[in-house]
């Protein structure tokens, strides 16, 4: 019997349930095995979650939520205190960042004089000739490469 | 058409580096220079107020020249002895970033300066041959160095400088 039946004979059915015990039935049925011979993968994949969410008033659904009670339940202090503000500062690229930045503008403007900047032109045009040098007198003494000692320990280790 | 003079970038690393002959040379012909101009104007600056003094007219020729001459000499050696002892550094060497330390790179203090004063005329004596170490040597010596258990460093920071080189070519572009 289908819904037809259902249409066609509704007082037949109801006088059938009458006479079931309809509670008793229910008792005997195996619901744990009535679910496990539900496919739950096949049902939801019937579903068609783009139409659901396009339902979904997400302006709504923003509005309605405290986020002043929600950024007071996180702990900052605790986040930050994770950080290791020495790793992050050591991975920016200082130089990269003064070249390509306004900082380097900022840094001109504030710091730079004439005076300043022909001391810095004439100090490492010093140090190249001096590297020039010093490599001329290797190449005439035929020293190796990289042997120069640099400096004072203490100094060039700090 | 407007042409950039190139400059070397400056160059960090070389702090603490034992400094070359050509920025030694250049310190030391600076500090010649001032050293000569100083006493010219502090020796006029002295004549002129003792002739608003006594009202009398004096030259320097009336000192005597052995006088005159080992007042030069005191001269420069609190040029060169002041300075470096206080700071480790004279006028030229500020200028070119140099600083002298002890050979292990501790700071130096008054008396090894004063040796390395008194010593430097030694360098000049053999033909000029004690000046031979800061071209060839390793640790760029000289011999008055040498006696004064001294080296010369690079001093200045290189590392603000560098970044002044890279945000004036930042803001030139």
Known sequence: MGPVADEHHPKAIDRMLGIVPVDAVLRRVDVQAVLDRIDLQALIDRVDLNEVLAKVDIDQLAARLDLDALIQRIDVNAIVDRVDINAVVDRVDIEDLVARTEIGRVIMQSTTSIATRTLDAARSTGVGLDQFMNRWVDRVLRRPRGTASGGPARLVAA | ?173
Request: charged residues 15%; positive net charge; hydrophobic residues 50%.
């Open chain 2, 1 to 173: 058409m407007m042409t950039r003079t190139k400059t070397p970038e400056p160059e960090p690393r070389l702090t603490g580096h034992y400094a070359g002959p050509v920025t030694r040379l250049v310190s030391y012909v600076i500090d010649a220079f001032l050293v000569s101009a100083l006493f010219s104007i502090v020796t006029a600056g002295l004549f002129w107020l003792i002739e608003l003094v006594t009202g009398e007219n004096y030259d320097a020729s009336d000192a005597g020249g052995l006088l005159g001459g080992i007042v030069f000499l005191v001269w420069i050696f609190l040029y060169f002895w002041g300075p470096m002892a206080a700071w480790g550094r004279t006028l030229g060497m500020a200028i070119m970033g140099l600083e002298l330390v002890r050979r292990d790179g501790e700071r130096v203090g008054a008396g090894r300066v004063a040796i390395r004063v008194i010593t430097f005329p030694i360098s000049f004596l053999l033909l000029g041959l004690g000046f031979i170490g800061i071209l060839l040597g390793r640790e760029h010596r000289a011999l008055h160095d040498v006696f004064a258990g001294t080296t010369i460093v690079y001093a200045w920071d290189a590392r603000a400088a560098r970044l002044r080189f890279l945000a004036a070519h930042r803001t030139a572009r």
